[in-house]
């Protein structure tokens, strides 16, 4: 806080700060969309696995 009182803008944080959640690079944006996909993709397909289940036969073996 005090270096950007000052006004020293050339601190590694202050860049950090200034860029936060900032796509500036084609390949960040193509791995975020693709881990994004993959996880999305991961938990449709539990979700529709544990709504199509039979509470009756999960229940029978335990």
Known sequence: ML???QGVDHLPGNALLRRAFV???PEVFDV???SL???LLT???QAIKA???NPVEALRYE
Do not use: Q
């Open 43 to 45: 938990v449709s397909t």
């Open 23 to 25: 796509f500036t690079d």
């Open 3 to 5: 270096a950007m009182v």
């Open 51 to 53: 709504a199509l289940a």
């Open 37 to 39: 996909m993959i996880a």
């Open 32 to 34: 975020f969309t693709f």
